[in-house]
């Protein structure tokens, strides 16, 4: 018999813990759902623009009655929890019916506090919260009433002032502070929106302390601690919320503020969990969804009994869902001792930007006017990034990074019909419509239904800011995202187990870290496979199956199943007997297609698979090697020809990079790895966007590392000079084990030496001598056992001959 | 009615790998699972026709080497979101040695539509 599992409170919260478990334990339990009302599961947070007209309450539902009945769920909608009988696990209701659990799930939400004054309880004064809500102000507006007093200037007092001034009504927003959502706001920011408040027909009274509401029945006005009366047809409090704790504390389960949690949701009652506006976690209260949504996560993988993941808090940031009113606020935006301002304010356009920095780290943001950077901002905030490489621009945004493959930035301006992922062809009108009709909350749904954001990954940005837009502040993640859905373990700490527990079979990860999925997925095991071998390079045993096809036959597979080969050219130097070797190899197999590749190099393309042993032979037999144009590992290292020929050659760039390329083919890295050489600072080799860049000058050697020509163009950053070609290569093995060992599967470097910051990889690498020392030991260390060429092991047919011969051929 | 034809040992595919077995009416992926059960589906996403047998095998699914698809290996359907199914055949193994049957009448028809 299954378990019973009780939800009592259907919010946002509570259904997100259940669609999660369903996901991932969908048979567990028979479940039972309370909810006080009476209709299915709706987005609370889209209450305002219901309010303001421009969106139905239909659009706002999550799930109607049949997704209950479709999943076999028992939804008793309109029925209040009154009691809770923990002795035998029972809820009763107010009507009587008693329902047994196993498992409880509190997720009561919280309710809006009214002020203790006189006539707080008159008709016509309400409060912001739900449905019900809604609909006696969208009456009151249709009912011709015409003053509507809305008491407390925080973000839900001002999107319903929005609201009902959309409607109809001469609205007045009364706030005890002098500054419009302090909690958000700094005195200039708040200014702001404030007068562009006023211009749209909001008055406000500041400062101003309400004493009483006047009137017999219903409200017919306001008195302030001045003396002052002004008349209103309508109330509404929107002073803050209180976690509902009653039901809770009523079955004295220890409470604070909230209903005290543990790390994984779990109240003092171990039968029962609670998530969302109700819990009180390490102290802090929410009232925004993004943190609901890592707590339901949370919750549902531990009622799955899976037990392996923690909620930590959560940092979180804010918009004000009013049209046409740019706001963006999150962290610590305030300062305080050793903080820096930086500040952009620009009156003309109304733009006002404030970053709060501490040691090179964003603590904080308000912005006004222009927010499409905020999701930047606040990702730059929660991952601890070093801002210091690009500090003195970082206010004109992440634009100057320059995305290549879609249209631009501003993904609101955008018209329906432009391309927003230039790699599957998607148009913001489908994904707006995905998101719309299928229900969409996450980036990993919108790339599962439409290929957007999917592929190379560049429009992640704004598919984000689309999703912020349509739906509030979904997308966001935990700090620490997981691998793969396989696990709850993030790539860092999969890493460091691997490192700590001396793992070195792919089927020790999985028994140790409690892998989800017998045997992983296409993610996760070549993420780490790579780890293994990276980490144990003596001890780890490469697991094939767990590679990419390009990586298990060392050669590129094409659109039509054909595959292409490219010999490596040392420095990209080559001569008449490899030339004569690759056209004969062209010839004898019919290869259709020779092109030239743009690190120096030769691709064949279009060589089917069961000749490749033998184009490698042949190809072996010139001197030729893997040339691992199909790896994330060192790719070319282009050159121009340096001091032996050129004019205006410093050093001989053509020389270093042959040795440079001799040190590191073979490595695997986390993903692919390109150097080039130039011989002076003409850098006819293109060195500063390659993940590795020399730029020879007279008095020695400029190193540049971090660069990236293609998705996003990233010009590298210099690392050092150095005196000799011995420091070069010196630093180049240490700067590449150090992204070996640290930096995650499938990001390059550019990303990597953005998340850690330039000053970072120098105190690794350029201040601490002896740490590069052993960087670069340990990479060569590593290289004994990866400088085999893997077309020679393959073209003798002693290694993986199964992979390039059908089985049989029957018929 | 099927055909059955002996392709080879157990031991010739790889455990999560695949071979790949001629055909007149087209390449079939013979797949081995970490368990050691044995799946055939045509060697030809239905996506854009990748070769499945180049894949990465999963649990009792295959990821497409070209676009990332997941197939079920015991029905050739896609997993959502994704919509599409790859033709399946059944597979036996008897002493160490795998059976693949082909559907002779649905096979030719298909054999037509492809040189089509």
Known sequence: MREKLVLVGNGMAGMRTLEELLTIAPDKYDITVFGAEPYGNYNRILLSPVLAGEKTVDQIMINDLDWYAERDITLHAGKEVVTLNRARRQVITADGTTVPYDRLLLATGSQPFMIPIPGNDLSGVITFRDIQDVHAMLDAARAGKKHAVVIGGGLLGLEAANGLMKQGMEVTVVHLLDVLMERQLDIEAAAMLRASLEERGLRFLMGAQTVAILGDERVKGVRFKDGLEIPADLVVMAVGIRPNTDLAKQSKIHCERGIVVNDTMQTYDPRIYAVGECVQHRGQTYGLVAPLWEQARVCANHLARYGISRYRGSVTSTKLKVTGIDLFSAGNFSGGPDCDEIVLRDQARGVYKKLVVKDNRVQGAVMYGDTIDGNWYFQLLRENTDVSGFRDSILFGQAHLGDAGHGGNNVLAMADEAEICGCNGVCKGAIVKAITTQKLFTLEEVRAHTKASASCGSCTGLVEQLLTAMLGDYSKTPKEKPLCPCTEYSHDHVRKTIREQHLTRLRAVFDFLEWKTPDGCHSCRPALNFYLIATWPSEAKDDSQSRFINERVHANIQKDGTYSVVPRMWGGLTNPKELRAIADVADKFQIPTVKVTGGQRIDLLGVKKEDLPKVWADLNAAGMVSGHAYGKSLRTVKTCVGSDWCRFGTQDSTGLGVKLEKMTWGSWTPHKFKMAVSGCPRNCAEATIKDFGVVCVDSGYELHVGGNGGIKLRGTELLCKVATEEEAMEYAGAFMQLYREEGRYLERTAPWLERVGLAYVKRHIVEDGEGRKALHQRFLASQQYAQVDPWAERASGRVDAHEFQPLRQVG | ?116
């Open chain 2, 1 to 116: 009615m099927h055909d059955w034809h002996e392709i080879g040992a157990l031991d010739d595919i790889p455990r999560l790998g695949s071979r790949v077995v001629q055909t007149p009416h087209g390449d079939v992926a013979v797949f081995r699972a970490a368990d050691d059960q044995v799946f055939a589906l045509r060697d030809r996403c239905p996506h854009k026709g990748g070769p499945l047998s180049q894949g990465i095998v999963h649990g009792h699914r295959v990821t497409c080497p070209l676009h990332n698809w997941v197939l079920e290996l015991a029905s050739g359907e896609a997993v959502a979101p994704d919509e599409g199914c790859a033709t399946h055949y059944p597979v036996r193994q008897e002493n160490g040695r795998v059976w693949l049957g082909l559907n002779n009448v649905v096979s030719l028809a298909t054999a037509t539509r492809e040189t089509a």
